[in-house]
């Protein structure tokens, strides 16, 4: 069964972004002049997925009003004979087919795959975190969706890390499967540098099958009362085979400030408009 739906959730609270993400969340917050959520949607798009499920909140309205019609703008842009903007607020628009659900507890990552649960069905999917955001020629969950068709297994994507940040993720322990993929043997979080068992890191695009529903309904809260994905993703190793697929692309955590920054600047400079004045700007900082 091919891959046709995505879990994106954008309910949590964005508090590195404060005192901004108080009322803009954090997913809106853009690089350049695109929401960084919009990054994923577009990668969706681009890989052949055509609904998306977002998993908001009670202060994310805004993320879902942005890729619904606002018939006022409309008007005034065609009024302004204003067409460039016009087709790319439609352009956005008509990427994908959105829904949204509420998670209305902050309960972990894993909690909010499973909120989506309904709306996804007993069929496999997709999960995005936006914060992770992957210039890619191929779209990054294409790349998994790529191994998912040929190993009928949920696939991770991972990137390597120095051993000094391995305890930051998420790492996997695996055996060498085909060209940057692995099958995994198990995850362990946030290790210890010593107690790594790799130094690949999970980051944020998954296939999953829908059978991470039931891990996930099994995973017991840990300390702080929430429920996390990894959780669930160890258990389903030992029902079904899991790969992870070493990514290709640029990978940008636009989650933090400075990661946000980062992204902003790249993008920049890949645009040709800006890309001349941004770098001379830049040469005259860096002198003084």
Same mark, same amino acid.
């Given at each position: 069964?091919s891959?046709?739906?995505?879990?994106?959730?954008?309910a949590?609270?964005g508090?590195?972004?404060?005192p901004?993400?108080k009322?803009v969340p954090?997913e809106?917050?853009p690089?350049i002049?695109t !929401?960084v959520i919009q990054?994923?949607? /577009?990668? #969706?798009a681009? #890989?052949?997925?055509?609904?998306?499920?977002l998993v908001t909140s009670?202060?994310?309205?805004?993320?879902?009003?942005?890729?619904?019609?606002s =018939?006022e703008l409309?008007?005034?842009?065609?009024?302004?004979?204003?067409e460039k903007?016009?087709a790319?607020m439609?352009?956005v628009?008509?990427?994908?087919?959105? =829904?949204?659900v509420?998670?209305r507890?902050q309960?972990? +990552?894993? =909690?909010a795959? *499973?909120t989506?649960?309904?709306?996804?069905?007993?069929e496999?999917?997709?999960?995005?975190l !936006?914060? @992770?955001?992957?210039v890619?020629k191929?779209?990054a969950i294409?790349? *998994?969706m790529?191994?998912f068709?040929?190993?009928k297994g949920?696939v991770l #994507?991972?990137?390597?890390?120095?051993?000094? /940040?391995v305890?930051r993720y998420g790492?996997i /322990?695996?055996?060498?499967?085909g060209?940057?993929?692995?099958?995994?043997?198990?995850?362990v /979080?946030k290790p210890?540098?010593?107690?790594?068992p790799s130094? *690949?890191?999970?980051?944020?695009r998954?296939?999953?099958? !829908?059978e991470?529903?039931?891990?996930?309904?099994?995973?017991?809260?840990g300390?702080? &009362?929430?429920i996390?994905?990894?959780?669930?993703? @160890?258990? *389903?190793?030992?029902r079904?085979?899991?790969?992870?697929?070493e990514l290709? &692309?640029?990978l940008?955590? #636009?989650?933090?400030?400075?990661g +946000?920054?980062?992204?902003?600047?790249?993008?920049?400079?890949?645009?040709?408009?800006?890309a001349?004045?941004?770098? =001379?700007?830049?040469?005259g900082r860096?002198r003084g």
């Amino acid at each position: 069964m091919s891959v046709t739906k995505a879990v994106i959730p954008a309910a949590g609270w964005g508090t590195r972004f404060l005192p901004v993400s108080k009322v803009v969340p954090k997913e809106a917050l853009p690089i350049i002049d695109t !929401p960084v959520i919009q990054y994923a949607i /577009e990668e #969706a798009a681009k #890989a052949g997925i055509t609904q998306v499920i977002l998993v908001t909140s009670q202060n994310k309205r805004a993320v879902e009003d942005y890729f619904d019609r606002s =018939h006022e703008l409309e008007a005034l842009l065609e009024g302004k004979g204003d067409e460039k903007r016009l087709a790319e607020m439609r352009r956005v628009m008509g990427l994908v087919e959105i =829904h949204a659900v509420r998670q209305r507890q902050q309960l972990g +990552l894993g =909690h909010a795959v *499973l909120t989506a649960r309904r709306l996804v069905g007993n069929e496999p999917f997709a999960v995005f975190l !936006p914060d @992770d955001v992957v210039v890619s020629k191929k779209p990054a969950i294409a790349q *998994l969706m790529a191994v998912f068709e040929r190993r009928k297994g949920s696939v991770l #994507a991972v990137t390597p890390v120095p051993e000094s /940040e391995v305890s930051r993720y998420g790492v996997i /322990e695996g055996t060498k499967a085909g060209a940057r993929t692995y099958r995994l043997k198990r995850l362990v /979080e946030k290790p210890r540098r010593e107690d790594a068992p790799s130094n *690949l890191a999970v980051i944020g695009r998954y296939v999953l099958t !829908p059978e991470i529903f039931e891990e996930l309904e099994r995973v017991k809260p840990g300390a702080i &009362g929430e429920i996390q994905l990894t959780d669930a993703i @160890d258990g *389903l190793i030992k029902r079904q085979p899991v790969f992870a697929v070493e990514l290709e &692309g640029e990978l940008y955590d #636009a989650g933090t400030p400075l990661g +946000l920054l980062k992204a902003s600047v790249a993008e920049a400079l890949r645009r040709p408009e800006m890309a001349g004045d941004l770098r =001379h700007w830049l040469r005259g900082r860096l002198r003084g």
